[in-house]
C-alpha cells in the first residue's frame, strides 16, 4: 500500500508544490494555517485539480496530467474525513453511513453492513437521528462509519479534533488511534497540533508555504529538527541568529556570547534553538553560561515558567522561555539576575 504524489498547483498569491511518498505507516503534515495541508489533501481526494503532476495509489493513477487521466472522487477510493464531518442534514445516520457504499448492493445487505459498523462505533440506537440531534462526538464517528464502510485504500484525515471541545478530545483521540491500527492501508493527518502529531503517527512532514520543508520519522525530527520552521512547529520557543565561528562553535547574534555545540556546524546553520526546559540555572559551569535578567515569573500549575532577557539590549528580540522544576526555582525565587547554562547536546543547529 503505497501513495506517490508530485503536484503543482497556482493559486494566484499562493502556489502548492508538493512531493511526497507514503508507505503504509501514519504520516503528519504539520504546519501553520494556510501553508497548504487541506489543500494537498483535497487534491489527492479530487476535489482539487492540480495544475500539473501525478498522484498515484497503489499503482493506480487518479491524476497525471502528462496523460490528462483525472479520477472523478467516487472512483478514487480515497476517504477524506473534513474537519465539519460533511454529514448531509437531511439523511439519518443510517443513510448517512450507507451512502458510502460504492457497490450496487440489496437495501437489507446495505443495512446488514451499516448494522455491524454502528456497532463497531458505538452508535447502535441511532440510526434514525439527524446529524444536528448528535454530537460532535457521534458526528465524528458517523463521518469515520461512512468513510470505512466504503473500503478505502487511504484515509485521509484534516485536523480530525478541531471542531470538538476538549474534554472530549481525548476519547475520540483514542478511538481514532484504533481505527487507524486496524486500518490496512496508509493514512495522512493534517494538524497543527505538535501533540496530537507525536501521539497519533509515525512519520512528520513539516509544511511551509506550500511545500515539504523537512520530511524525517517522528522520534528524529522532534529531537532534531533540521529547519527553524521544523522547530517552531515542534515546541521549540527559544531562537537566536547565529555567526558560525568554526566546526563546533556558533556566535548567538541575539542572545550574545559564544556557545559550543553538541553537533557539527554546518555552513548552512542560520539559527540556533534551545527548547524551555533544556535550559538550566548555571552549577559551576563557565562555558555556554549567559547571565539574564528575569523579566518574568509565571505560576503555570505544575511547573514554573520564567521569562529572561539575554544581554543584547538592542536587538529587540522576545525574552527567553524557559521552564523549571518549582524545587529547581526555589533557590532563585526574587533574583533579578540568574546565570543560565545552555548543554550542548541541547542545542539545535537549524537551516532557514
Known sequence: MSLSLDI???????????????????????????????????????????????????????FDSARRINLPPQQRRVGLLFQNYALFPN??????????????????????????????FNLTGLEKHRPAQLSGGQQQ???????????????????????????????LEQELMRVLREFSGPAILVSHN????????????????????????????????????????????????VRRLDEHHVEALDWGGTFTCGRPVGEEIRYLGVRPHFVHPAA??????????????????VDIIVLCAPPVPDRHQPPLQLRFKREEWAPYQGREEITLYFDPRALLLLRD
Not at 17 to 28: F, G, I, K, S
Not at 91 to 115: D, F, Y
Request: aromatic share 4%.
Open 194 to 241: 505538535r501533540d496530537e502529531v507525536y501521539r497519533i503517527c509515525n512519520r512528520v512532514a513539516v509544511v511551509k508555504n506550500g511545500s515539504v520543508d523537512a520530511l524525517d520519522d517522528r522520534e528524529p525530527l522532534f529531537a532534531h529538527p533540521p529547519t527553524y520552521q521544523a522547530a517552531l512547529l515542534t515546541g521549540c520557543k527559544n531562537f537566536s541568529a
Open 141 to 171: 464517528r458517523v463521518a469515520l462509519a461512512r468513510i470505512l464502510i466504503s473500503r478505502p485504500e487511504i484515509l485521509l484525515l484534516d485536523e480530525p479534533f478541531s471542531a470538538l471541545d476538549s474534554y472530549l478530545r481525548w476519547e
Open 284 to 301: 559551576g559551569q563557565t562555558e555556554n553560561t549567559l547571565t539574564c535578567r528575569v523579566v518574568q515569573v509565571i505560576d503555570n500549575l
Open 8 to 62: 503543482r498547483k497556482d493559486f494566484g498569491g499562493f502556489r502548492l508544490d508538493m512531493a511526497l511518498e507514503v508507505e503504509n505507516e501514519r504520516l503528519a503534515l504539520l504546519g501553520a494555517s494556510g501553508c497548504g495541508k487541506s489543500m494537498t489533501l483535497r487534491c489527492i481526494a479530487g476535489i482539487v485539480t492540480p495544475d500539473e503532476g501525478r498522484i498515484v495509489l497503489n499503482g493506480r493513477t487518479l
Open 91 to 120: 439523511m439519518t445516520v443510517e443513510q448517512n453511513i450507507t451512502s458510502g457504499i460504492r457497490e450496487r448492493l440489496p437495501r437489507e445487505e446495505k443495512r446488514r453492513l451499516c448494522a455491524g459498523i454502528m456497532e463497531k
